[in-house]
Structures are given as structure tokens and as C-alpha cells.
């Protein structure tokens, strides 16, 4: 298992050798974000801009109308928040070329705690006109996301996490913008997940199969342009869906996955997981993650609690049918 | 990779080819009357930092740039920012007169479905190089577009201009940390010193006139900069030799310096209109009837037509 940010960074040096154009804009975080390769490989094309995110993100912007194609890497937290207006007014609303890597995102920083946890991030980035939002799920999908911005025309904003995590995806995956990737594709219970938190997923829905409730699982690397017919596609035949993410569970993938689904009057009913309109705290991964309800062990418990729910509701109304999914 | 390392064609140097002849009073003079009767006829605008920068926007564009307004968007120009970009009327005004767009156009400033638009838009103006409007991130663009044309080997320079109540952004500071490190000496800075903002401050003595002014009371910005490692110009910006002088040495320092250069401009907000001058009250405002035809006899526009004035 390799984590995405040591795959974006290898990644990131490996574009460099053959497109003199990126350069790599750091807030002192280089060690952390593994841009120091890219800094060792190319120190001319390496500018460091110190603590100064919203700076960065100006710099970066500069850069940019002479033709380069900056990455900028920091904690997703310091860009999505501390940097947002530069990246609103100069990226954004100008459609620049401007690649924004957010690392440490979701709620797994090394114990840094509510302060540096980036769990608004998805909801912020994608409200933008002209912003690809990214959250790739593994490994295999940082890489292929990462080569996919770099060559981009226009704002990225891509969700890097800082620990490794189970692969789900084969080396040979192909990333296409806005399409839904079903990881498991057996059952009428849909978990849709996005970043990370779709290798958790897959381990939840593993919990459940042994359990004797067959859930399938739809991977969404792109939180925006999502490509509706795709999602839909995916989602074909679901009675009760439910969004499981490392992020508020306010205006991100649920918020995104629901504005879609409010077009057809068939659609299933949602159910939204993830951080429930609440800080969170410092502590290893694993507390953070069954504390919060996004290990595999807990997001297969509630998939379960909503699943017996959602029966009774169907038992009791006789309005609900699982044949009302979308077909 | 679409990165332009050719100085074979440069714009015409319109120092030399737009100098002679050119009455930059006279531009000035209808530069100010474009900002008050174009606001007075969107009914919305900014009047006061318009036009006290007005007289370093002319001196810029038809004395200093390195531009070729039939080639707005030309590799090696030099760029300028307008890092205050609620005076952009101001710019507007200038732009139209170097003959980038139509005078006419000025008439659709703030409109819908304008190319005009109520803070700059780079790519919907010709002629603007960096969109603005939130305060403070001018001077961050311009560290990137210098700091871009040294590392591509673009020899053109660097320009943004900012007020000086927009360095109470702290991102401003940020960029002038990294400007003096990266040993940007193309970039140059003109602080538009009005000594006033849209609301500005109570009296520092205690006295409160209601004057709103001194923004930057008990600090002393030339140190401040001069402490970054820049170089500091200190001018009076409605003259318009100080203005040449400054943009020689910016220019020397340029090619002899390893240090970015500030212009700190002292102007007076609103300069050039009776009533708009001197007064805070007039950070934005729209001119009745009559105070347009007091500003027209003041700026003397009667019997001249704009073409003659560029």
C-alpha cells in the first residue's frame, strides 16, 4: 500500500521530467505534501513561497497567464479556507490554469486535530464555477488523477489523503472525468462513497455480504463535473441509497449525489454518512474513524440500521417499493 | 508548452512613438471627466481612488508601458496590475483613450451584458492583464507574472498599482516578502497615497474633525518597505515630472538592482473636481446635473472631443 500523497508526489516529478511547463508552488509543507521530490528533481521549476497560502495561490496564478501549469500544494484546509478569495477571484473567476493539490484532507491529518482537518473542503470547491473537484480512491487513482489534472485546461482542486489505504482499483484503471465507477457491483442497497473513504466502503460492503445483505458500491472520483447519466447508470435498480463520506454531510458527495436525484420523481431514498454537522478532534486514524462512523465496521452498522428502517418504512407505507428505484 | 521566450517582436515602445505631442494634462483632464460623468450615467461607481490615481495611469500608459493597444494580449508587453480594482473606471477611462476599446464603450460600464464590468475582468477587456476586485491580491498575481518572465526569459516588467487602504489586506504583506526574496527587480509597485478610504478612521489627536484620514497613521511606510528590502520612491503623484523621474529610477533600478521598487504616490482623493477632492464623501458617488456641469467647466472639456485629447 502506498498513500496518495507519496503517488501524487512521485507522480507530480515523474509529469515534470517530460512537460517543462508544470512548476510546483509550496507553503513550507513540501516534506509533508511530498513535493520535496519535485523540489529535488526540478529547484528551478520549485518555488517555495513560505507560510502564505493565499499568496501561493496568487503567485500560482501569475505563473499561469505566462503559460506554466502550477501545482500548488499544501493542506487542503489552508487552501479551501485560508486561500478560498485568491482561488474564487483569480482562479476560479478566470478559469486559470491552476492545479490545486489539498493534502491531509478528510478528517485523518496525524492527530493534528479540528484545526487542520479539511472536512468542508468538497462543498467550498465545487460550489465554484470552472472547478474540477477530485477525490480519487486509492492509490492506483491518485496517479491517474494526477496525470489527468496536470494535462487539464483549467481549475483542479484534487483531495489527497495522508494515509495509505486499501486498494480497490486495477493498475490498469483508466480515470474518465465525471463518471461513476461501480466497485461492487451486486444489490439494490447502493453505497456511494468518494476519495478514501470508497476503499472503507468496499471493506463495508465485504461486512455485510457476510452478514447476508448484498450492498453494491459506486466509487465517484469526481465530485465535479459529475456526468449525470453515469451516476444514474450506476445506480440502476437501487431502492435505498447511501452516501458515505469523509466530510461534512452538508453539501458535499451526499449534497451533490441528492441535487441530481431531485430531478426524477422515482428516485430512492438517501440516506447521508459522514461528519454530522460537527467538529472532530485529534487522535489516531482508527479512533477518528469508528468515533465518527466512517471505519468499516460502523458505516456497516448504519448501512444495516437504515436498511431495517427503510423495510419498515416500505411495510408500513406500502407506497415505497424497491421496483421505484430508477430504472 | 505555450510559454513565449521570443523578444523578436515587442510591441512598439510607445515611450518613444507616443511621447511627442502628447498633452498628458489634457488626457488627464478627460480622464477625470470619463470617471465622474460615465459613474454619473451608470448611477453607481467610484469616483475619489479613480481619480487620484488618474494622473499615474495616463503617465503609465501613453508615456512608460511597453504596450501596443492593437495587440493587447502581445507576449512580451509589459503588464500592469490594477490591484485596487474598484478604480477601474479610472483605467477604463485611459484604456479607451489609448485606443483600446472605443470611447463610446464607456457608456456601457456597469451594464449588463458589458465588457465593462464594475471591477476588472481579464478576459473580458482588452487590455487588462489580471482580474481584481477583492483587495490585496494584485501585488500576489504580479510576483507570479514577474517571477514567470525571468524563469521563461521575458525581459518585460512588472507593474501593479494599489492604494493605500488596500495594504491593511494582509495578503498584500505576504506578497511583499516574497517579491523582495525572489529578487524581483522588474516588478514595480505605486502606492496611491489619498489618505483616505471608503470610511476610514476617527482622528488620531483625539480631535475628531470627521475627516476620515490617515490610514497608515504612526507607521511609516517607506521604512516598512525599505525594511522588505525594496526600494522606495517618494513622489507627489499629480506632478508629472516627479512621475517620469520616479519611473526613470524604477526603471534604472530595474536593470541595476536585484530589489523590487515602490512608488509611494502621495495624491489626494478625488483630485481635480471642486467638490470630489480632498473628501472621503466621495469614495463612490454619482454627480447631479450640476455638479456635472461645474466638473466640465473645471476640467475645461468644452470644445474638445476626446480624440483630440489622445
Not at chain 1, 483549467?154 to 461513476?180: C, K, M, N, S, W
Not at chain 2, 493587447?72 to 474598484?86: E, I, N
Not at chain 2, 495624491?267 to 469614495?283: A, L
Request: with cysteine; aromatic share 6%.
Amino acid at each position: 500500500m502506498k498513500a496518495q500523497r507519496d503517488v501524487w508526489g512521485d507522480t507530480v516529478a515523474e509529469i515534470g521530467l517530460t512537460d517543462p511547463s508544470i512548476v510546483l508552488v509550496d507553503g513550507d509543507l513540501a516534506n509533508s505534501t511530498k513535493a520535496d521530490r519535485f523540489a529535488r528533481e526540478f529547484p528551478d521549476r520549485f518555488i517555495e513561497v513560505g507560510i502564505a497560502e493565499q499568496n501561493m495561490v496568487g503567485i500560482a496564478f501569475g505563473l499561469s497567464t505566462l503559460g506554466y501549469r502550477p501545482w500548488l500544494s499544501t493542506f487542503a484546509v489552508f487552501l479551501t479556507h485560508r486561500a478560498l478569495d485568491p482561488i474564487r477571484m483569480l482562479v476560479s473567476q478566470t478559469g486559470a490554469n491552476v492545479r490545486l493539490a489539498g493534502a491531509y484532507s478528510g478528517l485523518l491529518n496525524g492527530s493534528s486535530g479540528k484545526t487542520h482537518q479539511d472536512v468542508e473542503d468538497l462543498a467550498i470547491m465545487r460550489a465554484m464555477p470552472n472547478m474540477t473537484v477530485l477525490a480519487p480512491a486509492d492509490e492506483v487513482e491518485a496517479a491517474a488523477v494526477t496525470r489527468w489534472a496536470s494535462d487539464h485546461e483549467g481549475p483542479v482542486y484534487v483531495r489527497i489523503a495522508r494515509d495509505a489505504v486499501r486498494q480497490v482499483l486495477p493498475h490498469d484503471y483508466t480515470f474518465r472525468l465525471g463518471e461513476a465507477v461501480t466497485l461492487r457491483a451486486d444489490g439494490d442497497i447502493v453505497l456511494v462513497s468518494t476519495g478514501v473513504q470508497s476503499s472503507r466502503v468496499v471493506e463495508a460492503a465485504d461486512l455485510l455480504a457476510a452478514a447476508g445483505i448484498r450492498a453494491r458500491v459506486v466509487h465517484l472520483p469526481t465530485i465535479k463535473p459529475l456526468n449525470e447519466a453515469s451516476l444514474l447508470d450506476s445506480l440502476k435498480g437501487a431502492s435505498l441509497l447511501i452516501t458515505v463520506e469523509e466530510h461534512t454531510v452538508i453539501g458535499g458527495l451526499g449534497g451533490a449525489v441528492c441535487e441530481v436525484l431531485g430531478n426524477y420523481p422515482t428516485s430512492p431514498r438517501v440516506v447521508r454518512l459522514g461528519l454530522d454537522d460537527q467538529w472532530s478532534e485529534s487522535g489516531p486514524d482508527d479512533f477518528l474513524l469508528d468515533k465518527y462512523g466512517l471505519s468499516a465496521q460502523r458505516v456497516a452498522e448504519q448501512v444495516r440500521s437504515a436498511v431495517t428502517t427503510h423495510e419498515a418504512a416500505i411495510a408500513s407505507s406500502g407506497a415505497a417499493t424497491r421496483e421505484e428505484g430508477i430504472r | 508548452m505555450d510559454i513565449d521566450v521570443s523578444l523578436s517582436d515587442p510591441p512598439s515602445d510607445a515611450r518613444a512613438s507616443g511621447a511627442a505631442g502628447v498633452d498628458l494634462h489634457r488626457i488627464a483632464r478627460h480622464v477625470r471627466w470619463h470617471i465622474l460623468n460615465t459613474v454619473a450615467q451608470s448611477k453607481a461607481g467610484h469616483i475619489g481612488g479613480p481619480l487620484s490615481m488618474a494622473d499615474l495611469v495616463v503617465a503609465l500608459y501613453f508615456r512608460e508601458l511597453n504596450i501596443d493597444p492593437h495587440r493587447p494580449d502581445a507576449p512580451g508587453r509589459d503588464r500592469f496590475v490594477l490591484s485596487k480594482g474598484h478604480s477601474a473606471i479610472g483605467l477604463y477611462s485611459v484604456l479607451a483613450l489609448r485606443g483600446y476599446f472605443p470611447v463610446a464603450e464607456l457608456a456601457t460600464f456597469d451594464h449588463g451584458d458589458s465588457r465593462l464590468q464594475g471591477h476588472p475582468d481579464m478576459r473580458l477587456t482588452p487590455g487588462i492583464d489580471v482580474s481584481t476586485g477583492s483587495l490585496g491580491q494584485g501585488l500576489s498575481a504580479a510576483v507570479g507574472i514577474a517571477l514567470g518572465a525571468r524563469m521563461a526569459g521575458q525581459a518585460f516588467r512588472t507593474w501593479v498599482m494599489l492604494g493605500d487602504g488596500e495594504l491593511q489586506e494582509g495578503m498584500v504583506w505576504e506578497a511583499v516578502n516574497s517579491a523582495s526574496r525572489f529578487e524581483l527587480s522588474s516588478l514595480t509597485a505605486i502606492v496611491d497615497v489619498n489618505g483616505l478610504q471608503q470610511f476610514g478612521w476617527p482622528a488620531v489627536d483625539g480631535r475628531d474633525r470627521f475627516d476620515r484620514s490617515e490610514p497608515w497613521a504612526h507607521v511609516d511606510l517607506a521604512a516598512i518597505f525599505r525594511g522588505y528590502g525594496w526600494n522606495v520612491i517618494e513622489i507627489d503623484g499629480h506632478d508629472f515630472a516627479a512621475i517620469f523621474a520616479a519611473f526613470d529610477e524604477a526603471g534604472e533600478n530595474a536593470r541595476a538592482t536585484t530589489r523590487p521598487t515602490v512608488i509611494l504616490a502621495g495624491t489626494i482623493k478625488g483630485q481635480g473636481i471642486s467638490f470630489t477632492r480632498g473628501t472621503y464623501t466621495w469614495h463612490n458617488g454619482v454627480a447631479s446635473e450640476e455638479q456635472l456641469a461645474t466638473a466640465r467647466a473645471e476640467l475645461m472639456i468644452e470644445g474638445e472631443t476626446d480624440e483630440s485629447a489622445a
